[in-house]
């Protein structure tokens, strides 16, 4: 979980709920509220937040926003709690409730064809904390979850059950997209930048010598 908690995208971008131990140990609740919450604080979610509440406001998204400052204070707010919310219910409420492990489980070996296949199934199979899979209900029902509750906060132009539906449907599309990317990153890493990636290579999990 220490390395995990290291892990980023070109030094930058936070990747803590992605492991390459493919037999790791299930988290426990409060080990998955951990990994939640230093996602949120992290400053680059922060950044990230700004900088698409700014790309909003440039294109005049969610108009009923309005401009200025005050406009781009609200598209801000509406961005951060969007992130938050997701991240909220599809990491932390959702996976101890179904007792699902939130992790992306790198496969990082094989054919780019035969690891894509398994990266996108993984927004919807989920590891279960007892062992096999299932049905991803966290990442699923955190998606329109999230999508609901912003109902509450978005302008009256942009609120309804058709509109949360796709919104929700495209944040899956990305988590698809987000996943290969995770996937695929040591070995851009490696490919591009000429140095060894700080993720470590799929293995087996350590023995847990407490138990």
């Not at 030094?11 to 509220?33: E, H, I, N």
């Not at 927004?123 to 999508?147: C, I, Q, W």
Request: overall charge neutral; proline content about 5%.
């Amino acid at each position: 979980l220490k390395e995990e908690e290291h892990q980023r995208m070109l030094g930058v971008v936070p990747m803590f709920g992605t492991t390459s131990y493919r037999d790791a140990l299930p988290l426990t609740p409060g080990q998955k509220f951990h990994l939640m919450a230093k996602t949120t604080l992290d400053p680059f979610t922060w950044v990230a937040a700004g900088s698409q509440a700014g790309i909003s406001q440039a294109e005049n998204e969610f108009e009923g926003y309005g401009q200025g400052a005050a406009g781009y204070g609200k598209r801000y707010g509406a961005t951060f709690t969007d992130s938050f919310d997701s991240n909220f219910f599809s990491n932390f409420f959702y996976p101890v409730l179904f007792k699902q492990d939130p992790r992306y489980f790198r496969q990082g070996e094989g054919s780019i064809k035969s690891r894509i296949g398994p990266a996108f199934r993984q927004e919807f199979v989920a590891r279960k904390d007892s062992g096999g899979y299932t049905f991803h209900f966290s990442n699923v029902l955190g998606a329109f979850t999230a999508g609901g509750i912003s109902n509450a906060y978005y302008p009256k132009d942009d609120r309804g059950f058709g509109l949360t539906v796709s919104r929700s449907t495209i944040a899956l599309g990305y988590g698809c997209l987000g996943d290969i990317i995770v996937e695929f990153w040591p070995d851009i890493d490696r490919k591009f930048f000429h140095k060894h990636s700080r993720q470590a290579q799929p293995t087996e999990a350590p023995i847990d010598t407490t138990k």
